[in-house]
């Protein structure tokens, strides 16, 4: 009996050895939690209706659909982050039909590694273009056509520094940078349209240097505001004639699903028209917040302006 129960108490030290080993060997890394994901859907629907109504006006319904989502790794010295976000709405007027109200893509991806505290060397690239064919006279089909999905498009691709001290500013300047501007619509490949030099040319591309800018703040409880902006000058041509751009999105949060957003767009791009572009919008209607991350969300400072 003392053989078997030594036998025993040998096997089973043995076996919690094998165990604690097995543990050991079974320990999975956790990369995901250096990625953070910060993603907003939102539907936004308008309605006017008039029966008898002296006051006059036209029945009306639009809608607008939008994401924006920030995807960022962040370990250590590498910060890598990507922003994509993409819009389009439309509006059915009585007498008037249907047309564009909304219409954006914005793709963007810049890496960075830290040499100082804030500071790091980036390198990175962003796409811009449109959905659907735009018009003259108030987006009337009938009009003439002046834009198209990627017509223009605009391809940007350079290297320099990034200056990022939390979430909620981040700074990009870029001394080297080629800019494409596609216009893949045979319709509008004109010398001069988007600055293009000859007719049937597709793209022109030009070589200078882009800064850009993206800010946070809470203005109040549920109150947000986001700001971007940028700057581009072209060394081979023009260097004065600066490319201009300004946006602002004010939030304003009702509760977990319901919020309302009110955009505001400045641009000046001499290639395109020779006066300052404004575009505004207003909207009330659903919004889906994704907030995934462990690394970044476990700093208080960090994803405040969409927390629950």
């Known amino acids: 009996m003392k053989k078997f129960l030594l036998i025993l108490s040998f096997s089973m030290g043995i076996y919690a050895s094998a165990q604690e080993e097995?543990?050991?060997?079974?320990?999975?890394?956790?990369?995901?939690?250096?990625?953070?994901?910060?993603?907003?859907?939102?539907?936004?629907?308008?309605?006017a209706a008039?029966?008898?109504?002296?006051?006059?006006?036209?029945?009306?319904?639009?809608?607008?659909?939008?994401?924006?989502?920030?995807?960022?790794?962040?370990?250590?010295?590498?910060?890598?982050?990507?922003?994509?976000?993409?819009?389009?709405?439309?509006?059915?007027?009585?007498?008037?039909?249907?047309?564009?109200?909304?219409?954006?893509?914005?793709?963007?991806?810049?890496?960075?590694?830290?040499?100082?505290?804030?500071?790091?060397?980036s390198m990175g690239a962003g796409l811009q273009s449109q959905f659907a064919a735009g018009y003259e006279d108030g987006n009337n089909p009938s009009a003439k056509k002046i834009s198209n999905f990627m017509a223009p498009g605009y391809l940007n691709l350079g290297m320099g520094i990034t200056y990022r001290p939390n979430d909620n500013l981040t700074v990009t300047l870029r001394p080297t940078n080629a800019r494409w501007t596609f216009v893949l619509d045979k319709e509008l490949q004109l010398a001069g349209s988007y600055g293009?030099?000859?007719?049937?040319?597709?793209?022109?591309?030009?070589?200078?240097?882009?800064?850009?800018?993206?800010?946070?703040?809470?203005?109040?409880?549920?109150?947000?505001?986001?700001?971007?902006?940028?700057?581009?000058?072209?060394?081979?041509?023009?260097?004065?004639?600066?490319?201009?751009?300004?946006?602002?999105?004010?939030?304003f949060k009702v509760n977990k699903f319901i919020s309302s957003n009110i955009t505001l767009d400045l641009l000046y791009d001499h290639n395109q028209i020779q006066k300052t572009q404004l575009k505004q919008t207003l909207g009330i209607g659903f919004a889906y917040t994704l907030n995934n991350g462990v690394k970044r969300s476990d700093r208080k400072d960090s994803q405040w302006w969409i927390k629950k």
Request: proline content about 1%; charged content about 20%; hydrophobic content about 40%.
């Open 22 to 47: 097995l543990k050991k060997d079974s320990v999975v890394v956790d990369t995901v939690k250096y990625w953070s994901v910060l993603g907003k859907n939102t539907l936004m629907i308008n309605q």
């Open 50 to 121: 008039f029966s008898n109504w002296v006051g006059g006006g036209a029945n009306n319904v639009g809608w607008l659909a939008g994401v924006n989502y920030n995807i960022t790794y962040e370990k250590n010295n590498d910060l890598w982050e990507n922003i994509i976000v993409m819009d389009y709405g439309q509006n059915d007027t009585k007498g008037l039909g249907v047309r564009k109200t909304q219409d954006a893509i914005n793709v963007s991806t810049n890496y960075g590694r830290k040499f100082s505290k804030s500071w790091y060397f």
């Open 196 to 251: 293009l030099k000859n007719d049937g040319d597709t793209s022109l591309l030009q070589f200078g240097f882009l800064g850009t800018a993206l800010y946070k703040v809470k203005l109040m409880e549920n109150v947000h505001i986001t700001n971007t902006a940028s700057v581009f000058s072209n060394y081979l041509d023009h260097p004065e004639r600066l490319v201009l751009a300004y946006g602002a999105v004010l939030n």
